[in-house]
């Protein structure tokens, strides 16, 4: 089985700020993870995704992530926060490469000017 | 980069009538697509999983007799809630991908609300 943690189901940061959103996982298999970005009534977009192989993740938008293992924690940050950035952020985990999604509840992270 | 549709974006149906959501890959084959379930201030919930020409296989809790899942070709997907009912009311959002260990892309969601 797997779940995900979103530590947080709201971030509020200054313009130009550090953004960090919080995810931890379980997974009894080695996992794939996920940032998603999610917008008012749409879809989702995928900001960045681990696979195996190099545990810094550099995603869409100046957005990366780090795989710590044991920390089982995948965080999203990115150095400069912008207005644009405000939307819902969920962290995902599947087994391999299935891609079988099991999301975690979501931030939602708001920029304030 | 690959672009999936779904049809309608918004719905507003009276409680006891069926409505159908239509999930298309635009650009590319998508053997397996997903369904899921967003509720406010939720965070998605696996549905189902179809398979191009074979029977979804829906996750524990999920009632196949309400939200029947047609997989009939490698574009098109569609989820039918049947008789539906006030508390069916959520968002739903389909995912496609086009095999074994390729990313899945998501649509934009379609917002049902049962009257």
């Known amino acids: 089985a797997q779940s995900v943690t979103q530590l947080g189901s709201h971030v509020s940061v200054s313009e130009g700020a550090l953004v960090l959103l919080r995810c931890n996982y379980s997974?009894?298999?080695?996992?794939?993870l996920f940032w998603y970005v999610q917008y008012p009534n749409q879809g989702l977009q995928l900001l960045l995704k681990?696979?195996?192989?190099?545990?810094l993740v550099k995603g869409i938008n100046g957005f990366e992530a780090e795989f710590k293992k044991s920390e089982t924690s995948f965080h999203l940050t990115k150095p400069s926060a912008h207005m644009s950035d405000a939307a819902e952020y969920f962290c995902?985990?599947?087994?391999?490469?299935?891609?079988?999604?099991?999301f975690g509840k979501g931030t939602l992270l708001t920029v304030n000017p | 980069g690959a672009v999936v549709s779904q049809h309608p974006s918004r719905v507003i149906c009276k409680s006891g009538t069926s409505v159908k959501i239509e999930c298309r890959s635009l650009?590319?084959?998508?053997?397996?697509m997903f369904w899921y379930r967003q509720f406010p201030k939720k965070s998605l919930m696996l549905m189902a999983t179809?398979?191009?020409?074979?029977?979804?296989?829906?996750e524990q809790g999920v009632e196949k007799d309400k939200f029947l899942i047609n997989h009939a070709s490698l574009t098109l997907s569609t989820l039918t809630v049947t008789s539906a009912h006030p508390e069916d009311s959520s968002f739903y959002i389909c995912s496609a991908r086009t095999g074994r260990g390729t990313e899945a892309f998501f649509g934009q969601g379609t917002r049902l609300t049962v009257v």
């Open positions: 995902a985990v599947s087994r391999s490469s299935n891609y079988k999604l099991t």
């Open positions: 681990y696979t195996s192989a190099a545990t």
């Open positions: 997974s009894s298999v080695p996992p794939y």
């Open positions: 179809s398979n191009e020409g074979s029977k979804a296989t829906y």
């Open positions: 650009d590319f084959q998508a053997t397996t």
